[in-house]
């Protein structure tokens, strides 16, 4: 077969050819690559979850209104006013605020609040590191809830 495909390029002229020059490209105006790291911990994430449990654990709640909740902890970190009420900018340290959130360190974490505690999060250590066109589902620090809904303001 082989001897057969050298006929072949032997007759067709292709044993002549010139090694070809790669074209020049211009990369000047290409962004330069970074490397994205998650900025929170997995007992972060895993807090988080546990904190959608206590917030809103209901299944007919939207995964959009549950996002919120972890946000509105995001946020918290954030704002000075916040940090000076906690003293601290960590995440823990806001989550676990004496009467801020619902929170218990026994609740479950279900894969499906673990999946949006992790999306949230992923997002907010995206922006942080200066990506664009990340979504971001509140920017609010508070909110209360009705005993049905959360009202977030």
């Known amino acids: 077969m ?5 006929l072949i390029f032997m007759l067709c002229g292709f044993n002549n050819l010139e ?3 790669p074209p020049e490209v211009d990369y000047s105006g290409l962004k330069e690559q970074t490397q994205i790291e998650m900025l929170y911990t997995e007992e ?3 807090a ?4 959608i449990y206590g917030e809103y654990g ?3 709640v939207s995964d959009t209104e549950k996002a919120k909740v972890v946000c509105t902890v995001v946020n918290r970190t954030h704002s000075e006013r916040w940090i000076a009420y906690v003293g601290s900018d960590e995440l823990m340290a806001q989550l676990t ?3 801020q959130f619902y929170y218990l ?8 609040h673990y999946r949006i505690a992790y999306d949230v999060l992923w997002r907010a250590s995206q ?3 200066g990506c664009e066109g990340i979504v971001w589902e509140c920017d609010t620090c508070n909110y209360y809830g009705d005993g049905w809904v959360n009202h977030f303001y």
């Open 44 to 46: 972060e994430i895993v």
């Open 58 to 60: 209901a299944d007919w």
């Open 127 to 129: 922006i942080a590191q």
């Open 19 to 21: 090694p070809c020059e």
């Open 105 to 112: 360190s026994y609740f479950p974490c279900t894969d499906r």
């Open 48 to 51: 988080c979850a546990k904190l």
């Open 2 to 6: 082989k001897a057969i495909l050298c």
């Open 97 to 99: 605020a004496p009467d």
